[in-house]
């Protein structure tokens, strides 16, 4: 099988903004938090006449549509995703999202080269270790990649999801 990192395109501009969120940066969490978070949380954000809202959102939460929920949901029972409704009340734009929450499985291949402060140089996955998982993130890196199974990267990219990048990610 073949796996994909996904990822919001770097390349959006004009993003939309998460209103007083707390904590700085990227936020990592595993299915062990699923009791700890709400099943359905309300956000406000900040927009222009410009923004717009990509179907993958990695900081500060790794976050998707629900159309990327659902295609998720559908292939990898693993997963755990809370409800996130994203709303601009001058603007009345609501959109739905959801925090994944995704576990680190150990699946690095030895052939995997690091950099001297740990980050990934070339990631390369054992495909033994990876099991039937469809969704995953990666122990041993510090990188939060959620990695995603050939059939799920095809799925998303036949319903035409905006801000959704696909890299290869090698096997061994």
Known sequence: MEYYIMEMDKRIQNKFVIQ???????????????????DHTGLLTVESDKSSYPEVLETPLYMVSETIRRVLELHDDHIVCKEVTMANLPKQTIKHYAVLLTDRIECLHDSTELYPDGSV????????????????????????????????????????????????????
């Open 121 to 172: 140089k070339k990631l390369v996955l054992d495909r033994s270790k990876i099991g039937d998982r469809r969704v995953f993130r990666v122990k041993g890196i510090s990188a939060p990649y959620i990695i995603v199974s050939l059939d799920i990267a095809e799925s998303v990219l036949r319903r035409n999801c905006f801000g959704v990048k696909f890299s290869h990610v090698d096997c061994a």
């Open 20 to 38: 007083k969120f707390p904590g700085n940066g990227m936020m990592e969490y595993d299915t062990s938090y699923a009791t700890k978070f709400k």
